[in-house]
T-cell receptor, first 111, second 116 residues
Framework: DAKTTQPPSMDCAEGRAANLPCNHS???????VYWYRQIHSQGPQYIIH???NNETNEMASLIITEDRKSSTLILPHATLRDTAVYYC????????????FGPGTRLSVLP | DTEVTQTPKHLVMGMTNKKSLKCEQH?????MYWYKQKAKKPPELMFV???????INESVPSRFSPECPNSSLLNLHLHALQPEDSALYLC???????????????FGPGTRLTVL
């Protein structure tokens, strides 16, 4: 079973920030939080991952709470092309610990 | 470059046919994966290969037969499939055991399989 819970759907206005929450209350100390997204009928696309510090790359920012029980993926200026299913996944860093995808959040960016 | 390629993009086959799906990566990754994704569901892991050896089989029926001929290639051989096997089949790769950091997986675009 997935170790995360996410809202099933969210809307965001184009040009505004999209904030996608994820709860992972049972996360253990050596487990990372990964985010992927899947645009309709394409393969999942890696976005970002983090352990306990906030992370930022060219696609998004990841904010992890101090107790690490939840996180938020931030798309700073959402565009219509960001409409997708966003998956939050908790996984250990060691090889052999595989990704278990939950249902994800379907983000709709509206014009 | 984080590209994983898959061929064909679409495949329609009858229940008595034999077909193969192909996946390729040139990132020097040593772990490769097959996932199955039914409509409106998340991807589910089928097989994991590490250094060209099968390391995980998630109780997949024998009508699905994976093969890893070398570190860049991964095949999925299909035989006597059922209509309920229609799905998007995704390949992924990662650095694998040798990675000193988190082992991020990179996915291909998938093969859309329809079994008639």
């Amino acid at each position: 079973d997935a170790k995360t819970t996410q809202p099933p759907s969210m809307d965001c206005a184009e040009g505004r920030a999209a904030n996608l929450p994820c709860n992972h209350s049972t996360i253990s100390g050596n487990e990372y939080v990964y985010w992927y997204r899947q645009i309709h009928s394409q393969g999942p696309q890696y976005i970002i991952h983090g352990l306990k510090n906030n992370e930022t790359n060219e696609m998004a920012s990841l904010i992890i709470t101090e107790d690490r029980k939840s996180s938020t993926l931030i798309l700073p200026h959402a565009t219509l092309r960001d409409t997708a299913v966003y998956y939050c996944i908790v996984r250990g860093r060691l090889y052999g610990q595989n990704f278990v995808f939950g249902p994800g959040t379907r983000l709709s960016v509206l014009p | 470059d984080t590209e994983v390629t898959q061929t064909p993009k679409h495949l329609v086959m009858g229940m008595t046919n034999k077909k193969s799906l192909k996946c390729e990566q040139h990132m020097g990754h040593r772990a490769m994966y097959w996932y199955k994704q039914k409509a409106k569901k998340p991807p589910e892991l089928m097989f994991v290969y590490s250094y060209e050896k099968l390391s995980i089989n998630e109780s997949v029926p024998s009508r699905f037969s994976p093969e890893c001929p070398n570190s860049s290639l991964l095949n999925l051989h299909l035989h006597a499939l059922q209509p309920e096997d229609s799905a998007l089949y995704l390949c992924a790769s990662s650095q694998g055991r040798a990675s000193g950091r988190t082992d991020t997986q990179y996915f291909g675009p998938g093969t859309r399989l329809t079994v008639l």
